[in-house]
Every structure is written in structure tokens, then in C-alpha cells.
């Protein structure tokens, strides 16, 4: 008899659905992976279905009726939602609500992973509620839990943090910047000592696979999903000494910060300006009492900064002012 169970992964071929599909297809005594995407016929759902030799499917979030085809049998489903493809908190509460309706009737599904972020308006009590790309994931949080009471004793929660890669895909707005003396700058809105909750997302699937072998520690829990708290100062700090080069971290003035936040749009800037307060004014709040902290699971390895930076060469992105 075959016991592996038949995982589902939404995003697939982004960059937590994708380390999901590569941690889970190393262990093919244990998962049947089953990658989903918008368009199978991509090059990058073709190249996951040739390297991994796992199936690729369908499923639409903005077509709910291709879900059901898509968690076909699955025992495990990785589910997250891409705020930044509509960047509208509307859109990825009604994909979000839409998933969840069609998981509840999934009649083998013993283990949900939904991939989340904090409900900044609680937590702040009220100070920040317009953080709409936590809010949205955080009110489809919340529409589980609430409307959906047996679909939750088989969820797990996972808050994500700041991404490193984020560096390597924007050096400029995530390293600091070689100024034309010779020295480089991290210029960040935020004072020198505010911690941020850090991971390396390619660690996603190491957690995912660590969850799921001990699901019942994990069914109605929230993880908080960070290897370091670091302030960026610490971030500079670290290149310093691991190059060897001179860093200096210079928090921007509030006239520097609007300036930068011209260049976006309105909603997006009072979204990321409120993300960036909520750390400074409310702490480092992934490490709250109520959030199992990952980086406290026995047995479970994350990268460390110093790693990743060493490891991507992190000087060959920083760029020039
Ligand atoms: N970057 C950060 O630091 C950070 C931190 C915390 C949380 N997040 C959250 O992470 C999420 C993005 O995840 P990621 O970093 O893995 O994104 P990513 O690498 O940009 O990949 C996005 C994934 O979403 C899938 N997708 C998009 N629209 C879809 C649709 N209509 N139907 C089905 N699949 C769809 C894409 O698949 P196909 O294109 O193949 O369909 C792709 O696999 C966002 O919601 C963001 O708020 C990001």
C-alpha cells in the first residue's frame, strides 16, 4: 500500500511554493508533490515538472472552479495568495475566502498550511490598520477560524518575514550603497536599534517539511517564521565584517523618507510606512507569546544572515549611488 501523502503546493513556482516543491521532492518516500500554477505551460512550470519530476496543475485564484480539479485527492495543502499581482487587499481576501471555501470540501485534506502575515490592526491596537497586505491574509486568517471552525483544527498558520533574498532581486532598496568616497551606506527610515523579523525563504520548505511531520504540535498554531530579529544597522554591521569593507547605517529624515515615498503609489506608501512603524513603535512583534518562533524549533535549521551573505557573495550586488 502507498503510503505517501499526496501534497498540494499553490505557487509553485514562486519563492515559497518553491522551495516547498524542492524540499518535499527530495523526499519521495514520504510526499507525492503536486505543483500548482496559473499557466502549466509557462517555461517555469515546465522546467519544475522536467528537474523535479513532479506534476504540475492548474489552479487559478481568480478562477475558483479550477481549484477543485486542482486539490484533487491532496492530504496537504500549501496554500498562499500573492498580494503584489493585484495589490489590492479586496482581491486577495476574496482569493483567499474562495480557496477556503473550496478546501473545506476537500474530503481526504488532513493538514492545511496557509501562508499568512500578522493582523497589524489588532496588535497595534488600532494605530495601524493600513497594512493592507498583512490584512487581507490576516481576515482570510481570520474567516477560517471564524466561519470555518473544522477547516482550522487542520490548519497551521505561518507568519512570513522579511525575505533576504530580497537583496539579491532589489540591491539597491536592501544594501547599502557605495557612496562616491569609498564607503558604503545602508540609509533606512528606521532608528538603528528597531528589529525586523528576517528568514531566507529558501528555508520555506525546511519549515514546511518540519511542520507537516509533526502536525499535531503545529494544527491551530501560528508560526513565526524568522531565523534573526535584526535591525538593519545589525544587517550593515554584519557585511562590514564579513567583507571587510566600511559599512555606516544612516537613518533617513522624515523629509527623505516622503521623499522616497513620492515615488510611490499613495496606498502602497502608507502600507510600507505603516509596516515600518508598527517595528518601531509596537517591537519586534513575531516574537509574541502567541506565535511559536521557528527559530526555537529543535531540529530545525535556518540561515543566518552572516550564512546568507557569504554564501550569494552579497558584494557583487551592492551597486553604486
Ligand atoms: N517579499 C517579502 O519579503 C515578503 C514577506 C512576507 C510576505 N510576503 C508575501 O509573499 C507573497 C508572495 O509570495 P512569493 O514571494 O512566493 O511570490 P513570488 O515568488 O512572486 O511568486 C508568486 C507566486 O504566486 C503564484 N500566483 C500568482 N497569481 C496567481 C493566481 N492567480 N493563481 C495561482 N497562482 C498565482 C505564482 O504562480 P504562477 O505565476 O505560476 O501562476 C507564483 O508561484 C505575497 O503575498 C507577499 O505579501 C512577501
Redesign the pocket.
Known amino acids: 500500500m502507498d503510503t505517501r501523502k499526496i501534497v498540494a503546493v499553490?505557487?509553485?513556482?514562486?519563492?515559497?511554493?518553491g522551495s516547498v516543491v524542492r524540499e518535499l521532492s527530495a523526499h519521495r518516500d514520504k510526499y507525492i508533490v503536486r505543483g500548482l500554477?496559473?499557466?502549466v505551460a509557462?517555461p517555469?512550470?515546465r522546467e519544475l515538472k522536467e528537474k523535479l519530476g513532479i506534476e504540475m496543475r492548474t489552479?487559478?485564484?481568480?478562477a475558483p472552479e479550477s481549484l477543485q480539479a486542482a486539490f484533487d485527492g491532496a492530504q496537504i495543502i500549501y496554500d498562499?495568495?500573492?498580494?503584489?499581482?493585484s495589490r489590492s487587499a479586496e482581491t486577495e481576501f476574496s482569493q483567499g475566502k474562495a480557496l477556503m471555501d473550496v478546501i473545506t470540501g476537500v474530503p481526504d485534506l488532513d493538514h492545511l498550511i496557509w501562508a499568512s502575515?500578522p493582523d497589524g490592526a489588532k496588535i497595534s491596537e488600532g494605530r495601524y490598520s493600513n497594512i493592507f497586505?498583512w490584512q487581507s491574509k490576516a481576515a482570510v486568517t481570520n474567516y477560517i477560524r471564524d466561519s470555518k471552525p473544522a477547516l482550522w483544527e487542520k490548519t497551521t498558520e505561518i507568519l512570513?518575514?522579511?525575505?533576504f533574498e530580497?537583496c539579491l532581486t532589489s540591491p539597491s532598496r536592501y544594501l547599502p550603497v557605495k557612496t562616491d568616497d569609498g564607503v558604503f551606506v545602508r540609509s533606512f527610515p528606521l532608528s538603528a536599534e528597531t528589529l525586523l523579523p528576517n528568514v531566507s525563504?529558501a528555508d520555506t520548505g525546511r519549515l514546511v517539511d518540519h511542520v507537516i511531520r509533526r502536525k499535531s504540535e503545529f494544527l491551530t498554531k501560528t508560526i513565526a517564521f524568522y531565523s534573526e530579529a535584526l535591525s538593519e544597522r545589525d544587517k550593515a554591521d554584519t557585511i562590514a565584517r564579513v567583507f571587510g569593507i566600511p559599512v555606516e547605517y544612516r537613518q533617513l529624515t522624515p523629509r527623505e523618507f516622503q521623499h522616497r515615498l513620492a515615488q510611490m503609489d499613495p496606498t502602497i506608501a502608507l502600507d510600507y510606512t505603516e509596516q515600518l512603524m508598527m517595528f518601531e513603535e509596537c517591537g519586534m512583534i513575531y516574537s509574541r507569546p502567541e506565535f511559536i518562533q521557528a527559530n526555537q524549533l529543535p531540529g530545525l535549521r535556518l540561515t543566518t544572515w552572516g550564512e546568507f551573505i557569504a554564501s550569494h557573495d552579497i558584494i557583487s550586488y551592492m551597486v553604486s549611488k
Request: charged share 10%; hydrophobic share 35%; no cysteine.
Open positions: 499553490i505557487g509553485a513556482t514562486g519563492k515559497q511554493g500554477t496559473s499557466d509557462s517555469h512550470a489552479a487559478d485564484l481568480n498562499m495568495t500573492d498580494f503584489w499581482q502575515l497586505h512570513f518575514p522579511n525575505y530580497n525563504i
